[in-house]
Antibody
Framework: EVQLVESGGGLVKPGGSLRLSCAASGFTFSNAWMSWVRQAPGKGLEWVGR??????????DYAAPVKGRFTISRDDSKNTLYLQMNSLKTEDTAVYYC??????????????WGQGTLVTVSS | SYELTQPPSVSVSPGQTARITCSGDALPKQYAYWYQQKPGQAPVLVIY???ERPSGIPERFSGSSSGTTVTLTISGVQAEDEADYYC??????????FGGGTKLTVL
């Protein structure tokens, strides 16, 4: 059974940093593309970014609102995905979900989701 | 920037058919996906590649595509289907886009 368990959320001041983790199990993590998707309180889903498997180059891609501030990385030896968030803004307040990524005809989609971790950016 | 447009809300009575649409200019060239999200829970993939249903998703959920519009159809709606539904696709560069979501109310 695929399991994705996020951790590391909490309250942080504007301008601060936070690192989220996602522990994966139930599948071959090293072969998987992974992504982060967020949801602000009472709002819709927003894609944050994606990391490919190392065999596919291990490259990352980010949504415009977080590019240059957020970094996605992975430790395949620990089956863990990370999201390093710097220069946080109040508008980054959201539940952050870790997801697996599949691609069909160049369209990515998200077949498994974690339960999410809440990040609150407030002074 | 590329957008997917969904109606904010749809209401149906139990046993009726609910149809939720999603419109976007790139949909003829890109697959669409649908997610169900119940309050306090993570989203769940209910339709992939426009019309395929993942294992474990009830047969009453189906998807279709016509031009720039894709449709999620729930036949014989049950109370447990009350949720927010999001369509998702990608723009021409492969950047993920979500629709704004549709709240399905079962009357």
């Amino acid at each position: 059974e695929v399991q994705l368990v996020e951790s590391g959320g909490g309250l942080v001041k504007p301008g601060g940093s936070l690192r989220l983790s996602c522990a994966a199990s139930g599948f071959t993590f090293s072969n998987a593309w992974m992504s982060w998707v967020r949801q602000a309180p009472g709002k819709g889903l927003e894609w944050v970014g994606r990391i490919k498997s190392k065999t596919d180059g291990g490259t990352t891609d980010y949504a415009a609102p977080v590019k240059g501030r957020f970094t996605i990385s992975r430790d395949d030896s620990k089956n863990t995905l990370y999201l390093q968030m710097n220069s946080l803004k109040t508008e980054d307040t959201a539940v952050y979900y870790c997801t697996t990524v599949r691609v069909e005809m160049a369209t990515p989609y998200f077949d498994y989701w974690g339960q999410g971790t809440l990040v609150t950016v407030s002074s | 920037s590329y957008e997917l447009t969904q109606p904010p809300s749809v209401s149906v009575s139990p046993g009726q058919t609910a149809r939720i649409t999603c419109s976007g200019d790139a949909l003829p060239k890109q697959y669409a996906y649908w997610y169900q999200q119940k309050p306090g829970q993570a989203p769940v993939l209910v339709i992939y590649k426009d019309s395929e249903r993942p294992s474990g998703i009830p047969e009453r959920f189906s998807g279709s595509s016509s031009g720039t519009t894709v449709t999620l159809t729930i036949s014989g709606v049950q109370a447990e289907d009350e949720a927010d539904y999001y369509c998702q696709s990608a723009d021409s560069s492969g950047t993920v886009v979500f629709g704004g979501g549709t709240k399905l109310t079962v009357l």
